[in-house]
């Protein structure tokens, strides 16, 4: 809501200063977003006469000018480079200092081609006025010389925008934000009652009303004999001040009701409305050309106004062009209406019309002013274009319901927690508009029609604080107890902050994409049952929730690749939804690498790069797990995956069966295929709920680390076991022959082929023994190499290679 200082005061007689202004609105809720002080930026320019303009000496286009400043000095000499810089010239001069909002710079003293300059002959543009830079300003020859630009030309009014709240329908409308300041005490408000018009002749127009869910009420008036032209100087610019242009008088003042009085109106040629009005949903397959020039294809949830013609104007939101006043109007309706909020706010929606009347309708409006709002119009109307008005057809409600709350007086001290004695509380909500009955405990409060958003007592404790000051409302801290506090960040928060702090130092960057899929993407990927399907999807490719994170991150590397980076590293963390309960809701972490994109960060390079392969995909993944807090003394890598990832190049990462964590590998050619990407393309998705939490660490200090003075024993085994044998259950197998003396275990070689059976493969380990209390002879060496032996041979049938 955009408004000017003078405008304000039209409603509020206030001497406060700007500042004060500003401050008070953003304090009692109406927050102030922009101010902007035309006349403290424009405060140094003034208004000065050019005495000589000669021929720079050593510039063609620019001349060197002496500028008289109207304060009673010497000429000021200026070099000025505009083509209409002549002797006799009267414009606006800024001296040295002074800062040009259209060129972002500070003035200085400058040398301009050998020549000094001590100050700026300024153009409109220089000043942000308009955009007209082709010259310097012209101005009358008898404007005062040395007086304020800004104040000359009536330029300096300052201009107010509040971002309001949605349940503040009474301040889209200066009228209401006067009221509320007039109630924080920064002047008198300005409240006279529209005075009634009366009718000539009755309306030989009549409205019809089929569904007064969608209109609750309507009022109507003919206007006969107008003139219609250009609006008066003082409208036109309360308009130009706020971003509107000027139309013509009709428009002008329907466009002034809406933002001065938050009362939307419409305005028919009556000469191109032929019969009777009705308001009613539009049938299927209507159009409309409305007065933006666009065509609107309407069904039967929009509410119109019609006549025998068809369509006129969307109702609340936008007039039709047909039924439109221009120049040669002499006969109007002018219309006020009470709308169904829901219906506006969705009509607007689907025909995607954001105008003034629509923004305020959506929110509600005053529904006593209906009338009075129309009796205002019509005397502009007459007093603008002239005109014969007839009487007023009103059919359905012309008032609002009435509203009575009962209000214990304590209930500021309990819900606040500050004192307000009853007159103070009375004053503020009379200003308000709220009458209020009694002298307690309780008394009762009458709401006033254009305050929708008050029902109950917090309602009424919320006026009362908020024009007395949330600043008084004093500072209480909460009783902590004598438990711990609690953390405030959840297990799951805190996994997913340093999951993407783990993948992004692995060089990956992050990526959001839709939770919506297609129902073969989502079928592919192991979702797509019914249940997920969505009732209403923005897209028919995006029919169905997401069970995994992987067909958004393809199609956001392939969308990369297509348009010139196919190496790319994605990774995102977000949901999945693997069934409709809460349960099935889960948050994954995933990722993606294509074609260059290795870990190894070697790239396009002369030498060859490293194309991506699912070992990455694990280091990822691994990378993130141990971020996340899983053990990884734990985690158990098993070959293969689910159907999307290749069968033989991926890999399952489990806390054994029952708990698998998540996925690795490279994407299937199929999955590829079908989700029309290219290769080669490695991923990897972890289910972050499966991590187990961590165990509770003991309170007492952890003993210091002890290094063994004594030298390490390496050996080497080789075991020919089953093809079916993992690698893993031969380490676990091993470390279990002695658990404190073995410290660590790598598996370095397997071989299949010659000389070795079609179903057997030959598995080597090194394994590290750390003595702590003395050197080990060759007799507990051997001791402990065959405990290794035996169990290999016991866990796994496999026999020590010779």
């Known amino acids: 809501m955009k408004f000017t200082l003078s405008w304000l005061k039209e409603h509020l007689d206030t001497d406060e200063p700007l500042d004060k202004i500003a401050d008070k609105l953003t304090m009692i809720g109406l927050e102030v977003e922009h101010l902007d002080d035309k006349a403290k930026q424009l405060a140094p320019f003034t208004i000065a006469k050019v005495i000589s303009a000669e021929q720079h000496p050593n510039a063609d286009r620019l001349r060197v000018c002496m500028v008289d400043t109207g304060d009673g000095g010497a000429p000021v000499q200026v070099v000025c480079g505009a083509p209409n810089a002549r002797a006799g010239l009267v414009s606006v001069f800024s001296p040295p200092g002074t800062y040009i909002p259209g060129k972002d710079i500070t003035l200085g003293v400058g040398t301009i ?69 007039s109630a924080a005490d920064m002047g008198k408000f300005k409240d006279p009652a529209p005075k009634p018009v009366k009718g000539e002749f009755p309306s030989p127009v009549k409205v019809t009303i089929e569904d007064p869910a969608l209109c609750p009420g309507f009022a109507l008036r003919l206007v006969r004999g107008v003139k219609n032209g250009p609006s ?56 409309l050309l409305a007065l933006d020039g666009k065509t609107y294809s309407l069904d039967e949830t929009i509410c119109v106004i019609a006549d025998d013609h068809g369509v006129e104007s969307l109702a609340g939101i936008m007039g039709g062009e ?80 009435d509203r009575i709350i009962d209000f214990p007086l304590d209930e500021v001290k309990r819900l606040a927690g500050i004192e307000v004695p009853l007159t103070e509380m009375r004053r503020i909500l009379t200003h308000l508009g709220f009458m209020v009955a009694g002298n307690g405990p309780v008394v009762k409060i009458a709401v006033p029609s254009w305050r929708s958003d008050v029902h109950g007592k917090a309602d009424i404790v919320e006026e009362i604080v908020r024009i007395v ?135 396009r390079h002369w030498s060859g790069g490293a194309a991506v392969d699912a070992f990455d995909a694990k280091a990822d993944a691994m990378a993130l797990l141990a971020a996340a807090g899983a053990p990884a003394q734990a985690l158990q ?27 690795f590998g490279e994407l299937h050619p199929r999955a590829l295929e079908a989700l029309k990407a290219e290769g080669p393309l490695v991923g990897f998705e972890v289910i972050l709920e499966r991590i187990p939490d961590a165990k509770a660490k003991p309170t007492r200090a952890r003993p210091p680390l ?11 085994f ?51 023994l750390q003595p702590r209390d003395k050197t080990l002879t060759d007799q507990e060496i051997d001791a402990v190499a065959a405990k290794i032996i035996a169990e290999v041979t016991k866990r796994t049938g496999g026999t020590l290679r010779g």
């Not at 030309?153 to 209401?176: F, S």
């Not at 004598?482 to 992004?504: E, F, G, N, S, W």
């Not at 002890?706 to 080497?716: G, K």
């Open 637 to 663: 890598v098993v070959p293969g995956g689910p159907s999307w990832l290749h069968p033989g190049r991926s890999g399952t990462i489990q806390i054994g069966p029952q708990n698998v964590l998540g996925y």
């Open 322 to 401: 047909a039924s439109g006043c221009d120049e040669n109007t002499t006969d109007v309706l002018i219309e006020s209406a009470l709308w169904n909020e829901i219906n506006i706010a969705q009509t607007g929606r689907k025909l995607g019309i954001n105008s003034d009347a629509r923004y305020r309708f959506e929110r509600g409006v005053d529904p006593s002013f209906m009338v009075p709002g129309l009796e205002m119009a019509t005397r502009l109307v007459m007093d603008l274009c002239g005109g014969t008005p007839s009487e007023i057809v009103v059919e359905g409600k012309s008032h609002g319901d």
């Open 469 to 603: 000051g949330v600043d008084r409302v004093p500072l209480t801290p909460f009783e902590r107890g004598d438990a711990p506090r609690k953390p405030v960040l959840t297990q799951i928060q805190l996994r997913t902050r340093r999951a993407k702090r783990a993948l992004a130092a692995r060089g990956m960057t992050e990526a959001v994409t839709w939770s919506f899929v297609s129902k073969p993407q989502a079928e592919l990927f192991g979702g797509g049952q019914p249940e997920l399907t969505l009732a209403n999807p923005i897209a028919s490719d995006l029919s169905d929730m997401r069970p995994s994170l992987m067909p958004g991150l393809i199609a956001a590397a392939q969308a990369n690749a297509d348009r010139g980076y196919p190496d790319v590293a994605l990774f995102e963390v977000g949901q999945v939804f693997k069934g409709d309960a809460p349960e099935d809701q889960l948050v994954a972490a995933s990722g993606v690498r294509r074609a260059l994109a290795s870990s190894k960060g070697t790239g």
């Open 113 to 181: 081609r050998g020549v000094e300059s001590r100050g700026m002959l300024c153009s409109a543009a220089e000043l942000q006025i308009s955009d007209d830079h082709d010259g310097i300003m012209e101005l009358p020859a008898d404007a005062p010389l040395g007086a304020p630009y800004a104040a000359w030309a009536g330029v300096g009014d300052p201009i107010i925008e509040i971002n309001l709240t949605p349940n503040r329908q009474d301040c889209t409308g200066v009228h209401g934000i006067a009221r509320d300041l």
């Open 718 to 768: 080789a075991f020919i076991v089953s093809r079916d044998v993992r690698a893993g259950d031969i380490l676990r197998a091993a470390q279990s022959a002695d658990r404190k003396l073995i410290t660590a275990l790598s598996v370095f070689d397997v071989y299949e082929g010659k000389g070795i059976d079609d179903d057997k493969k030959s598995v080597a380990i090194a394994v590290t």
């Open 706 to 716: 002890e290094l063994s003075p004594f030298q390490p024993v390496s050996r080497d």
């Open 232 to 287: 008066p100087e003082w409208l036109q610019k309360r308009l130009t001040s706020i971003g509107l242009r000027p139309i013509n008088a009709l428009v002008d003042i329907t466009n002034f009701m809406t933002f001065d009085r938050a009362r939307p109106l419409h305005v028919f040629d009556a000469a191109k409305v032929k019969g009777n009005l009705t308001v009613r949903r539009a049938k299927e397959g209507e159009t």
